[in-house]
């Protein structure tokens, strides 16, 4: 296959507007041609949530906060990108369950992101974990395959 028919990895970020978030956009932003984002959620982060959008037009969004998520309803920039927007928990698991997302990277911290990381595994998806902390060189990011 010539690299311009190879598929692209569906990617859905959990989390997209919080450091873990941000980062992973970065890297797939520079590999545009290996990957290309299918979701992406926030908790309460509007403006950034809406400036991923425009740049990264995802198919589905999905919002845990009511009060964001009203906000990003009024917002005529989905509707106009023709971008999903669903709600809360049950929006994370149609979001990780659905057959157009290939990888799941779960960027949301806690206990928040447990539920749409098991509903990620018990569909099969390519899941990575990511978490924040102190490491020798002075913290950084690690991301751990767990399928």
Same mark, same amino acid.
Request: net charge negative; no cysteine; glycine share 8%.
């Given at each position: 296959m010539s690299e311009s028919t190879v598929k692209k990895e569906r990617v859905s970020v959990l989390g997209s507007t919080g450091?873990?978030? &941000?980062?992973t956009l970065s890297v797939i932003r520079q590999h545009e041609e290996r990957f290309e984002i299918y979701g992406l959620s926030a908790h309460t982060n509007a403006a950034l949530l809406l400036e991923q959008c425009?740049?990264?037009?995802?198919? &589905?969004?999905v919002v845990t906060? =009511?009060?964001t998520f009203?906000? /990003?309803?009024?917002?005529? #920039? #989905?509707?106009?990108?023709?971008?999903e927007l669903l709600y809360g928990q049950d929006g994370l698991r149609e979001l990780?369950?659905?057959?157009?997302?290939?990888?799941? &990277?779960?960027? /949301?911290?806690?206990?928040a992101g447990l539920e749409s990381t098991y509903y990620a595994i018990i569909e099969g998806k390519k899941n990575t974990r990511c978490k924040q902390g102190a490491s020798g060189d002075g913290g950084? #990011? =690690?991301y751990e395959s767990i399928v």
């Open positions: 450091s873990i978030g &941000v980062s425009k740049q990264y037009r995802p198919r &589905v969004v906060d =009511t009060k009203e906000e /990003i309803s009024e917002a005529s #920039l #989905l509707s106009d990108l023709a971008i990780v369950s659905s057959e157009e997302t290939d990888t799941i &990277v779960a960027g /949301i911290t806690g206990a950084g #990011l =690690t």
